[in-house]
C-alpha cells in the first residue's frame, strides 16, 4: 500500500503564494506520475499539474506561469509552488500518485486534500 500525506494548504491573500507538499510512502518500487488536482466548491475535480518519472511536466492552463510542481524522487515527495494567487484558486488540493508497489502491481492513491483559500 502507499500512504500520501499532504501539507501547506492555508488562506492567503490575493497574490500571495503557497508551497503545497505531498510525500509518498509504503512499498514504493517506483513512482511512475506525481499529480496535483483541485476541487472548488461545486465543481469537478481538475488536474493542475502533472509530473512523469521521465521528467515530462503538464500545467493546466488558468495556472501556466504561475504555478511550478516539482520533485524530490530521493523522498518521494512532490511539491507544488503556488505564486500570484487568485480567488479562483480557492479549492481543495489533492496529491495524485501513480506507484509501482513490491507486488508487482501498479497503484494509484490520493492523498486527504490540503485547503487553499484565496481571500482578501
Known amino acids: 500500500q502507499v500512504q500520501l500525506v499532504e501539507s501547506g494548504g492555508d488562506l492567503v491573500r490575493p497574490g500571495g503564494s503557497l508551497r503545497l507538499s505531498c510525500a509518498a510512502s509504503?512499498?514504493?518500487?517506483?513512482?511512475?506520475?506525481m499529480d496535483w488536482y483541485r476541487q472548488a466548491p461545486g465543481k469537478q475535480r481538475e488536474s493542475v499539474a502533472v509530473t512523469s518519472s521521465d521528467g515530462t511536466i503538464n500545467y493546466a492552463d488558468s495556472v501556466k506561469g504561475r504555478f511550478t510542481i516539482s520533485r524530490d524522487n530521493a523522498k518521494n515527495t512532490v511539491y507544488l509552488q503556488m505564486n500570484y494567487l487568485k480567488p479562483e484558486d480557492t479549492a481543495v488540493y489533492y496529491c495524485k500518485t501513480t506507484v509501482l508497489i513490491t507486488t508487482g502491481y501498479t497503484l494509484v492513491s490520493w492523498g486527504q486534500g490540503t485547503q487553499v483559500t484565496v481571500s482578501s
Open positions: 509504503g512499498s514504493i518500487v517506483s513512482i511512475y506520475f
